[in-house]
């Protein structure tokens, strides 16, 4: 036997101690690999036949295996000879309940505001908030709504007696960021919004949205768009999720898109959550209209940003597979110590 | 906006199947939100005609016919009303599945062979009519199978168009983009007709007196026309499109404006006073009854379609009842205009009254078209009305406007898409797409927006174009670069986030509510300062009368709410804004802090049956906030007594940072609290949330750790139940000399033996040096201190215990 192949006998002789279970199992190791009749005087008298060379090699090697094997074989012995643990002794109950205050929870909405709060942070936003009553130049005008557009109907917006209204997204924030600093502008902007929307499984008057924006002298095309938003659905849904684009209108982007992820759940499949599609609609987004540029006094020509929005009950809703979006709004403690 | 594919296919050479299409148009812009396949194929459906009627001997609802399909004559039985010698209408044959399901047998029906079915439009899946059997026109062939006249089987195509494209709101607008997208031939509709008796002119005179509400109008007079049913492909096609067919020449209006977009209008010109079209807005105390038969409401700023006399309609959304067109209409005077789409949008949600045609002319409608449609529509009435179209057409056309030149730039498409796409494919997209390209060059090139595509203004327009047409996933998703803009921070946001971690730490949930609340929610709570609240004067509904102007309410409703659910024990926190209408300005918002706690929140597990008091809920809260205000770092917090509505005078505390006030701690009043059927004290503290978050980062300031050991002396002090333990803690820390560090109440005791309102209360003082190790003698001596200012000031009896 040379020097590699006792080193093999050493492992495996190791492995079979830790592997025997009962002493008597140990006993049976121990004969076969140190007994009389056992592989370490047959490894001994093989040394003879070896090289001179190989000899003092494989000699040292044996000595070695003799150590080890003999250590490992004592550690074994001690460890099964120790009395079994019994669950509570006299007047030592440690099954009983432990006793320290638990944790609260985070809400829903804002787990998902806070996560991406940290995962555009990561890639270089910061936050800026707004007031939930807002001008109406800043909602609408600012963001080049056209002034017949639906959305400024009084059946679909809250407006205030003193003529402003309830911002029906966070949109307005980043018209504010806008006109108070110059680009580069790389922002979120999560809060609340209003809509006159009856209340019902997936719509609430009362709602929250986190809004971006980007504008920059270089980048901010809609490529980099779709690489901050795949970054985006990779750490909120899962590394494995997709996304996919579609082209759409919104008046102050353009080129609008609508963003979709492909669902997380099942995997583009389809199942309950993707209602069967294999992708849930999340995003609004597009290259800022040179338009709104022009409202806020920067240059255009020299710009090029984009800006996407979406909102952050309907993320809850599928990534925590909350079914009804009331149920986050009715405050139950069973509902929410859940989310500890 | 339903769209039939072989109707779609009429205009474009395409035959990619109707799945292909949606994909290719969803992706393109056009969402394609269903495809629904039509069945009814109609199969064993053929045209008979009813020869003759007999009674049914056996029922008097009953008759027999004798029904010629194209062969023989065979016996039907039929209850419908309009069954009658020489109308044509639907055979069922034997073994013909209906609509239902079932199927046509040939059997006796009360005793008479019935072999085949005459049917209803129900019956067939046409529409819901079931009034009588489908009659056919006159000239149909007997024989004929149905599905023949009707159309094979279809699928439908279910758009949701985006509100900057009106032009889609077509079948040949859709027809537009298919032909773009597949590389196919687009094919129009034929227009042509013959002109015959006196012109126009001579008939019918227009004018506008609301340019601006009015781009253009245009009028023509088809004389001679036979009303009836319009032509059964016609009738199917409106049909499926979710439209139903009233009678030809309402179907033809209707049939053009799916076709392109063009709302169109015919009025019975022998009802038009003088031949006269005025377009003007409505006059002081001018009435119109719409056709639906209700008297409008007309108000000045409306725009009205008039005669020489009185309005005729409600322009671009309703004609009125007395110009319609009836069963003896002879002469048709058709319109086909543009009107201002904010006109007539007002109009709309002033009345409440949208229709088709209204929500066409809100989204924009191309005034160059507006001819070529009333071709169209001269074109069908001709045919399939037996109308002869008087020569030319009346048009006035103010709001004509050369079209728009369009530079675009290939750098500037690359800038904004990320990629590079090569100039002869942009110049080649807006080809196809029908935007004429009228000159280019290395750079970029120059396009003429066409009339039909109102939301091409600018060169980003055309950019949007490109990327769709491009193909949205040719674009890669660059990797994201992070780069900070300067001179901004995260700060204020992790301070908030670091608070909200803290009232979680110290075990609450956090709850969300709406910004809203009923009218009377705060009344118990801040009536008051009723002025401040700011009503929404459009609610949804009654419960979101108000934003609030606290926290508090809510808070305690959620405890209710919880209670009711049997969940006895709660402690919540909600961070959010409220709002109050200071006299003289804005509309103010303030963040707030809110906390509630209910039932033994405060206890541990196994001491959880005993009711909860008042004071413990008061100082579990007063502990909670004392605590948040020490991991927030809020500089000098303080609690005095206070007083509020909504809290219980005993309880209740003023909670201050430094001089300022920035909240109420305390125990709910019991009135608010029975209310809810809350039967147990519970506690709620409602705080500006600025100072909880303001210092959320300070550095600490650092002491050394104490190099000698300190010496701790205890003392029980029996003393009136109206002492204070602030009180006492002041004496104390008055008469007792720096090397104090630490006055600590440990025990509370209450017991006959020592005396009626009398109580025990029990601390620890610790005395430290920094310069040296303190003896029994120096604590002996300040403990001696101590007690001589606490027996100076109160009626106390003091025990030392060592
Ligand atoms: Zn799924």
Known sequence: MNKDRIEEAQAEALEACKAAETPEALEGVRITYLGRKGLLPAMMKGLKGLAPGERAAAGRAANAFKEAVTQALAERRRTLQAPAPVAGGPGADTSLPGRWHRLGSMHPVSRVIEEAVRIFGEVGFTVAEGPDIESAYHNFEALNTPPHHPSLDPQDTFWLDSGELLRTQTSPVQIRVMESRQPPVRVITPGRCYRRDTTDATHSANFHQIEGLHVDENGGSLSDLKGVLAHFAHEMMGPEVGVRFRPHFFPFTEPSVECDFSCHVCGGGGCRVCKFSGWIEIAGAGVVDPRVYAKVGYDAERLSGYAFGMGVERIAMVKYGIEDIRMLYDNDVRFLEQFA | ????????????????????????????????????????????????????????????????????????????????????????????????????????????????????????EDELGISDDHTGIMVLPEDTVPGTPFAELMGGPD???????????????????????????????????????????????????????????????????????????????????????????????VDITNYVMLETGQPLHAFDYALLEDGRIVVRHARQGEALHTLDGVARPITPEMLMIADARRPVALAGIMGGAGSEIRPDTRRVLLESACFDPGTIRGTVSTLGLSTESAYRYERGVDPAGAEWCSRRAAHLLARHAGGTVAPGVADVYPGQSPPRRIRCRYERVNRVLGVAVPGERVASILETLQIPVVARDASGCTVEAPSFRRDIEIEADLIEEVARLHGLDKIPAALPQARRAPGVSNEAVYAHQACRRSLIGLGLHEIVNYSFVGAEAPSQFDAERRAEWIVLPNPVSADYALLRAMLAPQMVDTLGRNLARQVGTAALFEMGRVFRRKPGTANGETARLCVGLLGPAGRGALDRRRPVEAEEMFLWLKGCIESLGRAQHVPDLSMRPGRTAWLDASWTVEVRSGSHRIGVLGVLAESIRRERRMAEPAAVAELDLDPFVAHAFAAPELRPIPAYPGVARDMALIVDEAVAHETIDGIIRQAAPPELTRVSLFDIFRAEGIGRGRKSLAYTLYYRSAERTLTDEDANGYMARVKEALRKALNVEIRETQ
């Open chain 2, 155 to 249: 699928s439908i195509l279910d758009i949701e168009v985006t509100w900057n494209r009106p032009d889609c709101l077509s079948i040949i607008g859709i027809a537009r983009e298919v032909a773009a997208l597949f590389g196919a031939e687009l094919r129009l509709p034929p227009v042509d007709f013959e002109e015959q008796g006196e012109p126009v002119e001579a008939l019918a005179r227009v004018s506008v007196d609301a340019a601006a509400a009015c781009p253009r109008y245009t009028a023509r007079v088809i004389s001679d026309v036979t009303l009836g049913p319009g032509p059964l492909w016609m009738q199917r096609r409106l049909m499926l499109a979710g439209q139903r067919p009233i009678n030809n020449v």
């Open chain 2, 1 to 120: 906006m339903k769209v039939p594919v072989s109707w779609l296919r009429d205009y474009v050479a395409c035959d990619a199947a109707p799945e292909t299409l949606a994909e290719r148009l969803t992706f393109s812009g056009t969402e394609v939100e269903a495809v629904t396949p039509v069945e009814a194929a109609f199969e064993g459906v053929v045209v008979g005609e009813i020869r003759t009627v007999a009674p049914h001997p056996e029922a008097d609802r009953l008759r027999i016919c004798h029904v010629y399909d194209g062969r023989t004559e065979r016996p039907v039985v039929c209850g419908a009303p309009n069954a009658a010698a020489g109308v044509k209408a639907p055979l069922a044959t034997a073994g013909t599945r209906l609509a239902d399901g079932t199927r046509v047998g040939s059997a006796a029906i009360r005793g008479q062979v019935s072999n085949g079915m005459l049917c209803a």
